[in-house]
């Protein structure tokens, strides 16, 4: 008992010699904890030890990395630069060094010590990863990006000048080419490309898209369609939302003949809410009819786009409306219109989808040759497959291939604009 007393005694006031030369020191605890993800208090840990003794390396450099991992590269870029003093040849360090920079968002320093490790001739996965690092920066440096499509496809369509279902109209006989329906065959290509400058608040950016269509009939070469378009302006992008306005010319030529060209502006916001987009947009154009002075018009149109996306399955709606003022009334008209289209996902190479829409017209003067204020209401039923042939893994460029069938019902007050037509499309796309 007296000897478990004075072994008591002499533990509580000069404490036990083996213990306090076992425990860790503020430095080894630091990293201990650093290893396992604490980073809070391993740092309180290392500016202990910093304190002690703030000319030890291995203290700055476990400092700066909590530092780092804390997101406070200042600090750990003042712990690094300690370190590289008392050891200038520490290539870790300047790795290191070269991440606070790229952290801050000063790129050529970030590059300049990236560079300095490569030149050491580090292990791959050193190399390797500085690699990935440069190359992130480079893209984060790119301002033009060029994107684009080009489809080729051929079609079969069962009446191309959508000739009346009736050819006589009113008790009167039609004649000539249009009379009665007459199927085609025709072949179409285009081409878009598109252009983004990102300005360096990169919220902001410019686009521009060109567009040219041509579409060449077998037979019915009067049909033949050259069409270009070319839009351009700013756009303004955020987690919330995405803003594109643009200014917008388009020129279109029929059997090599000036038939059309319009100007104007278009508008289009984007809305994020939970598993959907919110799209709404507008334009204003005005067009030039080159065949027909009386058909200049200026066209407004407004339209509301929601896409629902859940899972591998995509629910998209449209809605417009429409109106049209030209120089004659009786060719100017009110339009409005809904279309509904489901698409699913059934790999990553097969799509389908199928689509209904509805689009009602009325016109602003009766027709001075019928006497009769043609009101229209066209049905349309859209089915369709589409199948990734090939995608490059490390591009953007693609090859797809779509088979699309449609069906379009008008009827109208004026028997001349009541027309069935049938129309299937086989065409390629390469996306770049």
């Known amino acids: 008992m007296r000897l478990l007393f004075i072994v008591s005694f002499f533990m509580l006031f000069f404490g ?4 306090a030369a076992n425990a860790p020191s ?12 604490n980073y809070s208090e391993a740092r309180t840990c290392f500016d202990k030890a910093f304190r002690e003794d703030p000319a030890n390396p291995d203290v700055n450099f476990y400092l700066g990395r909590t530092a780092f991992e804390l997101g406070d590269y200042e600090s750990a870029l003042m712990a690094f630069d300690r370190v590289l003093i008392m050891d200038p040849a520490a290539t870790r360090v300047k790795l290191e060094i070269a991440r606070c920079h790229l952290r801050l968002g000063f790129k050529e320093m970030a590059k300049q010590y990236f560079r300095e490790v490569l030149a050491t001739n580090p292990p791959e996965s050193v190399w390797k990863n500085i690699e990935r690092y440069l190359a992130a920066i480079g893209e984060g440096d790119r301002r033009h990006f060029f994107t684009g499509t080009l489809t080729v496809g051929v079609n079969w369509d069962d009446n191309v000048y959508q000739s009346p279902v009736s050819d006589t109209v009113l008790g009167i006989q039609l004649t000539g080419p ?36 041509n579409a060449l009939y077998e037979n019915q070469q009067d049909l033949d369609v050259y069409y270009l378009a070319l839009s351009s302006g ?12 643009n200014m917008i010319v388009k020129y279109i030529d029929v059997e090599h ?33 080159y065949d027909n002075a009386f058909r200049d018009a200026t066209n407004y149109m407004a339209y509301f786009n929601p896409v629902l996306v859940v899972g591998a399955n995509r ?22 219109g809904w279309s509904l289209q489901y698409e699913r996902q059934f790999s990553e190479e097969i799509s389908a989808f199928a689509s209904i829409g509805l689009q009602k017209s009325d016109y602003k003067e009766q027709d ?32 797809s291939s779509q088979l699309v ?19 299937v499309t086989l065409s390629m796309t390469l996306g770049f």
Not at 405 to 423: A, E, F, I, M, P
Request: proline fraction near 4%.
């Open 368 to 399: 001075p040759f019928f006497l009769v204020t043609r009101a229209d209401t066209v049905e349309e039923l859209k089915a369709g497959v589409a199948k990734l042939l090939w995608q490059s893994g490390t591009s953007p460029r693609s090859l």
């Open 234 to 245: 700013p756009v303004w992008k955020t987690d919330r939302f995405m803003w594109n306005n």
């Open 257 to 289: 003949d000036r038939y059309l060209s319009s100007y104007g502006f278009a508008t289009a916001l984007t809305l994020p809410a939970g598993p959907m987009l919110l799209n709404f947009g507008g334009r204003i154009e005005g067009k030039n009819n």
């Open 16 to 19: 036990c010699p083996a213990l």
């Open 178 to 213: 249009t009379a009665s329906p007459k199927s085609d065959q025709i072949y179409d290509a285009t081409a878009v490309v598109n252009h983004v400058y990102l300005f360096e608040d990169q919220q902001f950016s410019w686009k521009t898209t060109f567009t040219n269509y």
């Open 405 to 423: 069938y449609s069906y379009l019902d008008s009827d109208s007050n004026l028997d001349l604009y009541t027309y069935r037509k049938n129309v």
């Open 26 to 37: 503020d430095f080894e605890q630091g990293r201990q904890l650093f290893l396992s993800g």
């Open 315 to 336: 629910l998209s709606a449209n809605f417009y409306k429409e109106i049209e003022n030209a120089e004659a009334r009786v060719y100017g008209y009110d339009r409005i």
